[in-house]
């Protein structure tokens, strides 16, 4: 069965490029494509796309909003939203991860390293920039809580193991570079990442990386 995309930017331009190479690989569909974010929520109810490709700055309704609802409670369907932005460092990507997006990419990113985000993100994965995911987050800190805020006690349910796997998911690190940080097998370090989604209530890495900085478990520019 083909991953079933679907197009979302205020630039037809930029949608025809994105189709011209979607289109290429065997295992991608484009089902559709919208120029802002009420016509993607139109698209995902008619077309139950598996990815959402969203841009974030567009008219009527950002691509913030359209994530948070298309991912929200009461959604249609399962489709996963993919962020691409123009700019590594938008505040508006943290805004689009916390809203429910699964990863994000940048524009100018090469066209097979889209096409390999768009599997991951369909297979369940999350899909981080690991170059600029850091950077990211440390740079809008301003925006999250500070040190002396009280550590959640969701935390605390998570074992020693499981605290250190989530600090080295929160610094972008790929679940076999965890593996090579603390000397286990892969299978374990994916393992250890499921049980601190179910314990935190977190979705995807993207999400548990966005929390292991609000609840100041990593700080900002922290090795």
Known sequence: MAIRVLLVDDQPLLRTGFRMILEAEPDLAVVGEAGDGLQALEQVRAMQPDVVLMDIRMP??????????????????????????????????????????SGFLLKDAPA???VQAIRVVAAGEAMLAPSVTRRLLDK???HLPSGEDPVPQALGTLTEREVEVLKLVARGLSNAEIAAELFVSETTVKTHVGHVLTKLGL????QAAVY????????????
């Open 212 to 223: 292991a900085y609000e609840s100041g478990l990593v700080r900002p520019g922290a090795g």
């Open 203 to 206: 979705r995807d890495r993207v």
């Open 60 to 101: 009527r309704m950002d691509g913030v909003e359209a994530t948070r609802q298309i991912t929200g409670p009461g959604r249609d369907g399962p489709a996963k939203v993919l962020v691409l932005t123009t700019f590594d460092l938008d505040e508006y990507v943290v805004e689009a991860l916390r809203a429910g997006a």
């Open 112 to 114: 097979a390293e889209l």
């Open 140 to 142: 809008y800190a301003d």
